[in-house]
């Protein structure tokens, strides 16, 4: 398309310029950089269409940074515990992850530990009826044993011919004979 | 700034939650804790948080392995698109995280057929696109009642010592640009953004959106015919 000194450029035209890169040369667009340097009028078009362009893009990426850079202040300052992971790359999961194992490990046990009471408690719910209620198993278990003594006592007094508390009347001077006892006696 | 979006405004708790799990989990100074969403976060938190992350694909070296090196270098560029997308400085930090999430995750994905800056504008625009899909209606009534003030853009402008008169002008082309913007299709908006304020070539944006080569520019071409349209109408008022 050629381009006649009288006519102006076209919409298409001042577009084709605008979005053109400066170092594109061909035959079109020389004859249009020429045009625009004969016709004050498309050359003032084309700048009241280049200049707000301009404008706009600073005006964005001013705005743009300072935003991002107000967002930035406010933020806390890494840990240098993190600093080296980041600089080691990927070598950062691997660091943290021992961290979460045990974490997660903590929590399980902590999670577990309610079901272990309960699994004891179910354990041990039919023998309630002889243990004296809330009693640890150990004291259940001595005072089993205490009870056999008790009564193997009994039965060796029972069995015995002269009762306990008959003996000394049985044979008062029996290995004691140069003994006095002077302790009172109750009844 | 408030989240009011419906849909994600469930997704995202429940999405920070079990990110957050594995780094409840550490105790001490190696804790690990996941910023709430409308907090930044560092290069470094960023990385870490990413490299927390359990992913099957480790074995392939890709670009993303030193991907400190990845965030430094392209987070600015990834931000500054996705806040020039959706004017909402919370919403950009929140996708430009997830940005690096998935290309982490995906990274094995990755095969060196694009550069590392239009694979990750690639997702990004994604996000854009999955947000303003499902949060529609909200985010369109949010952006027209401008959530951001365009003043406030304009207070970016370079040369702050230049003439009262010259400053006045440039925040007015710098307004009616960002309010023509807004009134754009989101595919026009979108191939505007990459374009003029990416600076991206048009077989790149072309890479990025999937959209040919020649509707790219019939985009741009009906964008810019917008914005011509609005400068001629504030010139006639002014006048």
Known sequence: MSLKPHRHLTHRQLCDVLLADSQETSPRREQMREHLRDCPLCAAELASLRQPLSLFRSATTAWASHTSASCSRTLPALP?????????????????????????????????????????????????ETVVPGGHPCSRQIDRVGDEALLEEIDQTLSSPVPTPMQPLADPTAGRSNQIDSTPRKN | MQHTLSGQKYLFPAVVLLRCVPSVLLSGEGALTLLPRRECMSTEALATNLLSETSPAAAIPTPFDDLAAVIDTHRPRIFRFLLASLRDADLAETLTQETFLRAWNSRAAFRGDCSVVTWLTRIALNLVRDHTRTQRFRFWRRVSSQAVDPAEIAAFLPHPDSLAESRFIATEQVAILWQTISTLSPRQRTIFLLRFVEEMDLSEISSVTGIPLSTVKSHLYRALANVRARYAESTRKAL
């Open chain 1, 80 to 128: 240098d515990s993190l600093q080296s992971p980041l600089r080691d790359g990927i070598s950062g999961r691997r660091l943290s992850r021992p961290v979460v194992w045990a974490s997660a490990a903590a929590l399980l046990f902590a999670a577990a530990i309610p079901l272990t009471l309960h699994e004891h408690r179910t354990s041990y719910a039919p023998t309630q």
